[in-house]
């Protein structure tokens, strides 16, 4: 509740929301009315947005290969500099509402198969044009076109037509689904001009901040878009910078010596040292990330069920959770879904460490010699020593793991995706029809188990259309056993998202779909006088 009291103070003092309608959420979370007020008036004065400066974070997850094509992203740098020049149709909020952006509103048919999007009028993109609905239409095209390489294909292959209408957006689902708004929050659905199918990588959005420096893998940087249709909420830094960092020890170094204001993944097993570390505040907050190694599912020798039980019941996520994670997380069931998320099936059984079944499932599969695992530094806070520490249970199941370390620069165009056993991370999403399209869906463009299940995807098809929360609850609960079971994902634990602050950065609201506040930290915060 102090989450999203805050998250709201924000808000009211930013101009975003009346306070009337502050009074009226801090009244439905039980706050009194002159309590509310009291908080509004103690905000107003504590919080009001500083103008003008350079706001500096220090990010790990950027590499060489690294592109402003919104449509590829997958490292922390390029999402959160997305977050400065591209603006959204619409967000999620901390607790998980939509909040419209370029979209002004969205209604459905009661079939929940045709959706209408009203296109706000007198937002500018940087080039000096306006943001039109032909512009939304291009972009969704562009992103849900089969031969596209979008990191959203997944969770767009349902569209069947996307057209204008006046000032108006019309979206044709195939099947109706009734978590649409949300789909339209996934971050690389960035508003560009013509979709980005001129120029994909140029930079162009509508966003509070106008790309001026762009080296992948080591800086990006910003300055104030003065025609920022919210200038007045977002934005306040004059100008930006991202310097990649994807040493953890150098980061800390960089905050500690003030050449950067915040930071993201610091590692649970310094963040009590951190926090001694005067005028640094840790942000961390639970929410739907996971930390996980991925198997192919259709490659030796992972295509084999009984070595992919194995290696799951081989972990001991106990252990790795304690000593990896420091408390600052939860217990994994390897499938990809905890109680962050709406409809969670929280009966399914938890797996845990068991060394015979383990030892039998992998005699069974037939398979002999080492199995290896790729692991970096960059693939989640902890993953070499998680993967250390894998390597010494599945020792006794009699499974020999060889490790190996990957550089951090490459990983996640070297190793995700292209190898068959490797440890990664996912962010989570709003909904868990749109965290399993993204990745566990077979037509997923994000597949990276390469999970290919027909009766998977058959339920989430059912689960998307069915209105009923506890038939679809059933539905998800089916389909968490199927990804736990036979799918290619080991989850050994749930993460909190980890940043940290430098003395008088104001404005960092803790989110619990991403990190540096849903990777708005640059966007919404400013330095204290």
Excluded at 352 to 361: G, L
Excluded at 494 to 523: E, W
């Amino acid at each position: 509740m102090l989450q999203e009291l805050d998250y709201l103070n924000c808000r009211v003092v930013a101009g975003r929301m009346s306070r009337r309608e502050f009074l009226g959420r801090a009244t439905a979370l039980g706050m009194s009315a002159a309590f509310a007020n009291s908080l509004i008036a103690g905000a107003a004065e504590a919080q009001a947005p500083r103008k003008g400066g350079i706001l500096k974070a220090g990010l790990q997850g950027g590499g060489a290969t690294d592109s402003l094509d919104p449509a590829l992203p997958a490292g922390a740098p390029p999402i959160a500099f997305g977050r400065c020049w591209g603006e959204m149709l619409m967000e999620v909020t901390p607790d998980n509402r939509i909040e419209y952006r370029i979209a002004q509103e969205i209604d459905s048919s009661k079939d929940a198969k045709t959706w209408t999007l009203k296109i706000r009028k007198g937002i500018a993109f940087h080039n000096g044009k306006d943001v039109t609905p032909q512009d939304v239409v291009a972009t969704l095209e562009r992103h849900s076109n089969k031969e596209s390489k979008s990191g959203a294909l997944g969770v767009l292959r349902g569209f069947e037509t996307i057209k204008v209408d006046g000032g108006d957006v019309v979206i044709t689902l195939k099947e109706p689904n009734v978590d649409l708004p949300y789909l339209m929050t996934d971050y690389h659905l960035i508003i560009q001009p013509n979709g980005g199918k001129d120029a994909p990588a140029a930079g162009i959005g509508a966003g509070p901040y106008k790309v001026t420096v762009n080296e992948p893998g080591v800086r990006h940087g910003g300055e104030k878009f003065k025609d920022y249709w919210q200038g007045n909420s977002l934005g306040h830094a004059d100008q930006i910078e991202i310097i990649v960092i994807n040493d953890a020890t150098a980061r800390i170094s960089a905050l500690q010596g003030k050449q950067v204001h915040m930071i993201n993944r610091v590692e649970p097993k310094v963040v009590d040292l951190v926090k001694r570390v005067p005028g640094v505040t840790i942000q961390n907050v639970t929410g739907r990330g996971c930390y996980l190694f991925n198997m192919f599912c259709d490659t030796s020798p992972f295509n084999n069920v009984d070595l992919r039980m194995a290696l799951k019941l081989a972990l001991n996520r106990e252990q790795m959770l304690d000593k990896i994670l420091r408390g600052y997380g939860s217990l994994g069931n390897d499938f990809p879904i905890n109680d962050a998320y709406p409809l969670f099936p929280g009966d399914v059984e938890q797996r845990a460490f068991d060394p015979d079944k383990a030892k039998f499932h992998y005699q069974k599969s037939g398979h002999s010699g080492p199995i290896l695992l790729r692991t970096s530094d960059v693939a989640f806070p902890g993953a070499v020593d998680a993967a250390q520490l894998y390597q010494q249970s599945c020792a006794e199941a009699g499974i020999t793991l060889k490790v190996k370390r990957e550089p951090g620069d490459g990983y996640w165009t070297e190793v995700w995706q292209k190898q068959p056993f490797y440890a990664s991370y996912w962010t989570g999403r709003s909904t868990q029809d749109q965290m399993y399209s993204s990745a566990y869906l077979s037509t997923a463009e994000w597949n990276d188990t390469h999970f290919f299940n027909d009766k998977f995807d058959k339920l989430l098809k059912e689960a998307r259309a069915e209105l009923d929360q506890e038939k679809r609850k059933n539905l998800y609960r089916e389909m968490a056993n199927i990804v736990r079971d036979e799918g290619g994902v080991i989850v050994p634990f749930f993460n909190q998202f980890i940043d940290a602050t430098g003395s008088g950065v104001k404005g960092f609201v803790k989110h619990p779909a991403r990190d540096m506040c849903n990777g708005y930290a640059l966007a919404q915060c400013w330095i204290e006088a």
